[in-house]
């Protein structure tokens, strides 16, 4: 089965809702960092059209392709993703993960 990573950056106050709702679709195991951006506000907010706020979380979520869908649903309604300025959430494919990581994911370890 292929994985995918989804990396959901969000507002602070966000996390604990989105985790409980992945949860009820069987993830677990998510990882949250704090995030502070460094960027020239101006330039930011040109670019982006969005409202400078350097304090974030991010959530990282390992999930099988099949279900990539159903998250992003989930992240979107409960982090309010359509709402400007809220947060952002994107996939990354694992296919060409090396090391560690691709034993784990392969199964191997």
Do not use: C
């Amino acid at each position: 089965m292929h994985q995918k990573l989804i990396v959901t950056i969000i507002k602070k106050g966000y996390i604990k809702n989105m985790l409980e709702e992945a949860k009820k679709i069987g993830l677990e195991g998510q990882t949250v960092l704090e995030g502070r951006g460094t960027v020239n506000v101006h330039m930011y907010e040109s670019l982006s059209g969005l409202t400078y706020d350097p304090s974030r979380d991010v959530m990282l979520n390992i999930v099988n392709a099949d279900l990539v869908d159903d998250v992003l649903e989930i992240f979107k309604r409960v982090g309010e993703l359509e709402e400007a300025n809220t947060g952002i959430s994107f996939v990354l494919n694992l296919d060409d993960v090396e090391g560690l990581a691709s034993l784990v994911l392969e199964g191997k370890s």
